[in-house]
T-cell receptor, first 110, second 117 residues
Framework: QKEVEQNSGPLSVPEGAIASLNCTYSDRGSQSFFWYRQYSGKSPELIMSIYSNGDKEDGRFTAQLNKASQYVSLLIRDSQPSDSATYLCAVKSGGFKTIFGAGTRLFVKA | DAGVIQSPRHEVTEMGQEVTLRCKPI?????LFWYRQTMMRGLELLIY????????DSGMPEDRFSAKMPNASFSTLKIQPSEPRDSAVYFCASSPQGAGAPPDTQYFGPGTRLTVL
């Protein structure tokens, strides 16, 4: 079992729709959870971090964390073609190590 | 702030040659990470430094890989000898501690695309 699992996609949504990206993790002791966005040929950049159960909203992005289910998700409202990228879920377990998922490719169709 | 700086941005070399990748972290950041990204294996952590000290190099694939951080503003990743299977994008990332940023946030450099022929 991989430590951080994501559906590789591609996930295709029409412009203006809600894109829902999901991630599960195996280490129950994990404390910090991140979503990074990576455009093709570019480096990952942080878009959301979440540390406690519930929802965290930042503009069009909402991160959701459920530690009991070991599940973290990212919702993108009013999706734009510029949101087309690979979204990496990252989980920091005990100690220093942050584990990245393989990423979900998102396509937003104009 | 210039962000994390990596050089070179692209490197093409022949099998058996030595390759040195360089990284300058963001000033004031005390953690530095080297990652390798391929289509097959995704983003893999190779080594992590904290306050210039290597904490865990368990991700370094084999003895051909070595990394150093002689001071807070510079790190190198060396591959000697290089092999075609080392072809990948190598990212350096740095992370601050303390107030002003979400804990454990990593800031990635632009990466070095390495091709070993």
């Amino acid at each position: 079992q991989k430590e951080v699992e994501q559906n590789s996609g591609p996930l295709s949504v029409p412009e203006g729709a809600i894109a829902s990206l999901n991630c599960t993790y195996s280490d129950r002791g994990s404390q910090s959870f991140f979503w990074y966005r990576q455009y093709s040929g570019k480096s990952p950049e942080l878009i959301m971090s979440i540390y406690s159960n519930g929802d965290k909203e930042d503009g069009r992005f909402t991160a959701q964390l459920n530690k009991a289910s070991q599940y973290v998700s990212l919702l993108i409202r009013d999706s734009q073609p510029s949101d087309s990228a690979t979204y990496l879920c990252a989980v920091k377990s005990g100690g220093f190590k942050t584990i990245f998922g393989a990423g979900t490719r998102l396509f937003v169709k104009a | 702030d210039a962000g994390v700086i990596q050089s070179p941005r692209h490197e093409v070399t022949e099998m058996g040659q030595e390759v040195t990748l360089r990284c300058k972290p963001i000033s004031g950041h005390n953690s530095l990470f080297w990652y390798r990204q391929t289509m097959m294996r995704g983003l893999e952590l190779l080594i992590y430094f904290n306050n210039n000290v290597p904490i865990d190099d368990s991700g370094m694939p084999e003895d051909r890989f070595s990394a150093k951080m002689p001071n807070a503003s510079f790190s190198t990743l060396k591959i000697q000898p290089s092999e075609p299977r080392d072809s990948a994008v190598y990212f350096c990332a740095s992370s601050p501690q303390g107030a002003g940023a979400p804990p454990d946030t990593q800031y990635f450099g632009p990466g070095t695309r390495l091709t070993v022929l």
